[in-house]
């Protein structure tokens, strides 16, 4: 029995892997633009009505996790998602898009939390449950690893096959993830004796958490705006490589770089963090390389200095997040430590969501005016800095 359920920490290693083998992901944009035939406001109106839908579902698809087991709302999770791609690739179609998006939704949100819940009731099964933090970033390393391997897979795809067969891809792909979750063993407590907190109650007690707190207020204030307009730069760069030209082909290889970089610098910010002997100036100095970088790609056409410049956001944008990490979670009691931050990340994907339809909007415009508006926005938030070194 106890042989079973450690089998499952090894299965779940193969899922995530699996879960991360995204083939259509560096060719996202011209899979959407040219063979789906929409226009860069169409994919953002998508990608809003994505969002809100994962808020909506996370109630249900909660309730399946803990009623029908998490082993259930995985292979549910999978399915669906392989079901979201293959009626991606079917034809192209913004009402067949959008039931795609809801199936992804659907099957994003019982993934969320649950995968995690099930690792930890594999391990208590015998007596691992201190190993949890250890087993999840190796899940996570296995994840980032598809994700940067397959990426210029994806584009050899694209570039010798077809666009659709990239999302067709994908459909295959995460049928081999259901398969995988079928050998699953669900650990016998996990109906019983774990249930998950209701959404809205974590949302308005994360909400109550955040009014009384000045500091931690500060900080999500400090955090959100400018880390929402950095994430822009994941749904733009790649009409700005199609907009100087760059192949296709070489989409995948720009973005697996992009994971490397992100991985190397997860690690690095944090140690420069430490190492800073003025931490509020630390940050401040990342606004600015972030600010500025933006705004030379506004203006950049040279496709060295560009991709250089996109390495660079994503090197000191994409991890801006590990900067607050520290000082948000000394401000929060452990207990309430989910809470919070399901409620912080709540409010960062409500602002991305209203958002998306005028991004896609002033990118049909210009995408290079986009790019100069956020770094202008950037260096606008960072005169308004109120963090101190003490609260970081």
């Known amino acids: 029995m106890e042989r079973n359920y450690k089998s499952n920490i090894f299965k779940i290693y193969i899922f995530s892997f699996i879960l991360g083998i995204h083939t259509v992901r560096g060719v996202y944009i011209p899979f959407m633009m040219i063979w789906g035939g929409l226009s860069f406001f169409q994919i953002m109106i998508l990608q809003s009505y994505f969002t809100a ?15 029908l087991g998490r082993k259930i709302a995985l292979l549910l999770s999978a399915l669906s998602i392989a079901c979201a791609a293959l009626i991606y690739s079917i034809i192209p179609n913004f009402i067949l898009f959008m ?9 994003s949100a019982l993934m969320s939390g649950t995968s995690d819940a099930f690792v930890f009731f594999s391990l208590k099964s015998f007596g691992n449950e201190k ?28 570039y010798f096959i077809s666009l659709q067969f990239t999302m067709t891809s994908l459909a295959f792909i995460y049928i081999g993830a259901f398969l995988v979750a079928l050998t699953f063993k669900e650990p016998k407590m996990t109906t019983n004796n774990y249930t998950r907190e209701n959404y809205w109650k974590i949302i308005i007690s994360g909400f109550k958490e955040l009014r009384k707190n000045k500091i931690l207020r500060i ?5 959100i705006p400018i880390n929402v307009l950095i994430f822009f730069l994941f749904w733009t760069y790649q009409v700005y490589l199609g907009t100087i030209n760059i192949p296709q082909l070489w989409f995948g290889f720009i973005l697996a770089g992009m994971n490397i970089i992100n991985a190397i610098f997860s690690s690095t910010i944090p140690l ?10 630390f940050l401040i100095s990342i606004n600015l390389i972030n600010g500025i970088a933006f705004l030379l790609l506004g203006i950049t056409t040279i496709i060295p200095l560009g991709i250089a410049i996109i390495l660079t956001i994503v090197a000191f944008g994409y991890t801006r997040y590990l900067i607050f990490v ?3 979670n000394i401000q929060i009691a452990s207990e309430n430590r989910a809470t919070v931050l399901s409620t912080i990340n709540m ?9 998306y339809p005028i991004v896609g909007l002033l990118v049909e415009w210009s995408v290079f005016s986009v790019f100069i508006m956020t770094g202008v926005l950037i260096l606008f938030f960072t005169i308004f800095t109120r963090s101190k070194s003490e609260y970081l």
């Open 272 to 281: 420069l963090l430490k190492s800073s002997k003025n931490k509020k100036r």
């Open 219 to 223: 900080l999500a204030l400090d955090w």
């Open 99 to 107: 039931l795609a998006e809801t199936l992804w939704a659907f099957g």
């Open 326 to 328: 520290d000082g948000i």
């Open 53 to 67: 839908m994962i808020v909506l579902l996370e109630i249900p698809s909660g309730a399946i996790a803990d009623f």
């Open 131 to 158: 190993n949890l933090s250890k087993t999840l970033g190796r899940s996570q390393t296995l994840n980032l690893i598809a994700l940067t391997i397959s990426a210029p897979i994806g584009s050899i795809i694209a």
């Open 347 to 355: 409010f960062a994907s409500l602002l991305r969501a209203i958002i």
